[in-house]
């Protein structure tokens, strides 16, 4: 057995990437590569809103704003920066990080529900000046011309295997990575400050500097998902940055499990298989998806990831059960 | 920016007074929606997140009443009332189920309700913009003062808020039934063990706040046009209407309102691509100066 929680994870990633590889040739179709890159995008998102709902207890209601810069920028950086396609993205990897830094300040010094308000007003602030900017940003019509990608390294991301490859490299990687800020010293520090604030101060942490740093990682993984959509759609969209987003990745976390690391994954994973099937059927996605949403709230609450691990530490007393769901009532 | 025209706007009185009674109105409209927001979350603690589609329902059924029966009083009171009313029953139905959960079913509650409403006007409206138009009785000439203008309705529209306001005022401040909101938003707890049916008191606070958004919207049907989603803009101000003011208050929510609401007003000739920032400069500075708003108790 392998013993270093790294390399179990580093093989297992390999291991991802491996099947994900396989898989178009069991799945041939261009519907089937289009559903993992849209899943890639959301999946990176989910997650890394996680980090801060479930991990910090930050019920942030804005990070769709992360995911709307980092489309906007990545996407704006190669059409009118010309620049190639590493550059543009730790660019926008910068960016996202920068403005996490800058909005966190603000935000995390406030309670939960005005936390969670205040960054859904920073993330409707931007999603009015994308409508406003036309010059830059296309307005309400979004980002018109395409996007041009460069290739780099010999990989051509205008071919959909290239793109196919790279967001399912780019996933397997953000994901492994935030597995492991989730796991070391500073992601159980962060779990403290979730659990009791006070105390971490009593340790000699300074719980506000935890906080924020996780907002900007948080950030720079969030505008990494938008990427990933922008290089899809080869534009981007004011919806991108719209608060049905931020809604979204909230209720995927809460649809596979607040408590499990790939919760948000499978969440994504069964938000995009439903969209895609209501949208089929009709219209009104929106009314399916509100019923469905207070289903879950009102029903089951930890997720199907999370109900299922609890099913199977039941039955087979394994002794490994699903967290409780992290984020507490606040009275601090 | 174009400060010059901010220059000249201030520089000449029908410039500044026509702006101002822009501020005005939709300050007026904004203190509706924000004091039932306030008065929800200072005795409940809950945020109500889909306020903003109280609104836009008060909208629609006002234009709905006023297209069946041309009668434009009957609009605004079966659109406040009706709102209340529903507000009442989700808050019966759904909300009250997740009080003293985390916040983060709180807003997926809301958020449930708030998608499948918005489908809901577009199956029973449609999805176009509609718009009612001035009814009759305010249709005369408008009022000059140094040059600006007043419309009509606009101080019709002033009038009764004000009215509103010192009327929620004075229920909360100076009735028993005041007392007993104030009582069950300090310690419910204690409250119900003094005999007070506290769900009573939370439905009803609930119900009045769905009533002054449902008036705020019918309110707003002559001088705005209908659109599914129209709420959200509105929650989001008032919010930093909340938030400028102090969560709770609604001395606060008033002149939290009026200031937006003028910010916005110049901010239009001054910024016109920046007036939703020029917002957020202004609560980011009032939260630094004052972290629980201008009326806001600390703590």
Not at chain 2, 69 to 96: D, H, K, P, T
């Amino acid at each position: 057995m392998i013993r270093s929680p790294i390399a179990r994870d580093a093989l297992i990633a390999v291991a991802a990437i491996l099947v994900l590889a396989v898989l178009p040739l069991v799945f041939p179709g261009q519907a089937f590569s289009d559903f993992v890159i849209r899943l890639s995008a959301f999946a990176i998102f989910a997650t890394s809103l996680n980090l801060l709902i479930g991990y910090g207890g930050m019920v942030s209601f804005g990070h769709g704003l992360f995911y709307g810069l980092g489309a906007y920028s990545f996407a704006l950086l190669l059409q009118k920066g010309g620049i190639s396609v590493p550059a543009a993205f730790a660019l926008t990897v910068t960016i996202g990080g920068a403005v996490a830094a800058v909005i966190g300040a603000i935000c995390i010094r406030l309670k939960e529900i005005y936390f969670s308000f205040l960054t859904l007003a920073f993330q409707m602030l931007l999603y009015s000046l994308i409508i406003a900017w036309t010059p830059l940003t296309g307005g309400d019509q979004g980002l018109t011309g395409g996007v041009p990608r460069p290739p780099f390294l010999g990989i051509r991301l205008d071919d959909p295997q290239h793109l196919y490859l790279f967001c399912c490299v780019v996933l397997v990687v953000s994901l492994f990575l935030m597995r492991h800020i989730v796991e070391s010293p500073f992601g159980y520090t962060l779990r403290m400050v979730r659990d009791n604030p006070r105390r971490v101060g009593f340790l000699g942490v300074q719980a506000w500097r935890i906080r924020l740093l996780a907002f900007v990682v948080a950030g720079i993984f969030g505008s990494i998902g938008g990427t990933l959509m922008s290089l899809y759609v080869s534009s981007a969209y004011p919806d991108f940055a719209y608060w049905t987003i931020s809604g979204e990745g909230v209720f995927m976390i809460l649809l596979g499990g607040i408590g499990v690391f790939l919760g948000p994954l499978v969440g994504a994973t069964l938000l995009l298989l439903l969209s895609d099937t209501v949208t089929r059927l009709t219209e009104y996605f929106g009314l399916v998806l509100g019923v469905v949403i207070l289903c879950f709230a009102l029903g089951l609450r930890k997720g199907l990831l999370g109900f299922a691990l609890d099913a199977w530490a039941k039955r087979g007393g394994a002794g490994r059960s699903a967290p409780r769901p992290a984020v507490t009532a606040g009275k601090d | 920016m174009d400060f010059e025209a901010l220059l000249s706007c201030f520089s000449s009185p029908s410039c500044v007074i026509t702006q101002t009674t822009g501020g005005l109105i939709s300050g007026m409209l904004l203190f509706l929606v924000a004091a039932g927001l306030s008065l929800i979350f200072g005795t409940l603690k809950v945020v109500n997140f889909m306020h903003g589609s109280l609104y836009m329902l008060g909208a629609y059924f006002a234009y709905t009443v006023y297209a069946l029966s041309g009668n434009y009083a009957l609009a605004v009171a079966g659109a406040a009332l009706g709102v209340g009313l529903f507000a009442l029953i989700f808050e019966r139905l759904l909300m009250s189920r997740v009080y003293g959960s985390d916040v983060l079913l709180q807003l997926l509650v809301c958020y449930g309700v708030i998608l499948i409403l918005d489908d809901a006007v577009k199956i029973i409206w449609g999805a176009q913009f509609l718009s009612m138009g001035m009814p009759p009785a305010f249709q005369r000439p408008p009022l000059f003062i140094a040059g600006g203008v007043l419309p009509v309705f606009y101080l019709f529209l002033i009038v009764i808020t004000l009215l509103v306001a010192a009327g929620l005022g004075f229920l909360i401040a100076g009735t028993r039934i005041g007392k007993i909101v104030r009582a069950a938003a300090i310690n419910p707890t204690m409250t119900s063990a003094l005999g007070i049916n506290t769900a009573v008191v939370f439905g009803g606070v609930f119900a009045l706040g769905g009533l002054l958004a449902g008036l705020a919207g019918a309110l707003a049907v002559p001088v705005r046009s209908l659109v599914s989603g129209m709420g959200f803009s509105i929650l989001i101000e008032s919010f930093i209407v909340t938030v400028i003011g102090g969560m709770g208050s609604v001395a606060g929510a008033l002149v939290g309102a009026l200031l937006i609401g003028l910010v916005r007003s110049f901010g239009t000739i001054g910024f016109p691509l920046f007036t939703d920032g020029l917002m957020f400069l202004f609560m980011t500075a009032v939260l630094i100066v004052r972290p629980s708003g201008l009326f806001g108790k600390e703590g």
